[in-house]
C-alpha cells in the first residue's frame, strides 16, 4: 500500500559561521529523482530507480539512527567529495567554501 502523505528528509548546507543564527541562510541539496520542487517535472527512468532517491523515500520513515548512511552522506556532502556530489542534481556550494 501507499502513504497518503509523504514526509521528506531534506538536507541542506549554510555558509554561516553560527548556524543557529537566524540570519543563516540554509541552502537545500537536490536531488536527481526525489521528490522536491514542485514545479519540477517528475523522474521518469523506468523500469529503474536512483537509488539514493529511493533509500530517502524510505528513510523519511525511520529515524537517523536507524539510516545511520545518512550520516555518512552529510559527512561526504560537508567534505565535498566529488563522487557523493555526482549523486545530487545540484551542489549549492560548488565553486564555494564547504558549508
Known amino acids: 500500500s ?10 541542506q548546507g549554510t555558509s554561516s ?19 522536491g ?6 523522474c521518469f527512468i523506468t ?8 533509500l530517502m523515500w524510505f528513510a523519511a520513515f525511520q529515524t537517523y539512527e536507524q539510516n545511520e548512511w545518512i550520516i555518512h552522506l ?7 567529495e566529488e563522487a557523493t556530489l555526482s549523486l545530487m542534481a545540484t551542489n549549492p556550494f560548488a565553486g564555494r567554501a564547504p558549508p
Open 2 to 11: 501507499i502513504t497518503k502523505e509523504r514526509t521528506e528528509v531534506v538536507i
Open 17 to 35: 559561521l553560527d548556524p543557529n543564527d537566524p540570519a543563516a541562510v540554509w541552502e537545500e541539496y537536490d536531488f536527481k529523482c526525489k521528490p
Open 37 to 42: 520542487d514542485l514545479k519540477r517535472r517528475p
Open 47 to 54: 523500469p529503474y530507480h536512483y537509488r539514493l532517491d529511493w
Open 74 to 80: 552529510a559527512g561526504k556532502l560537508l567534505a565535498q
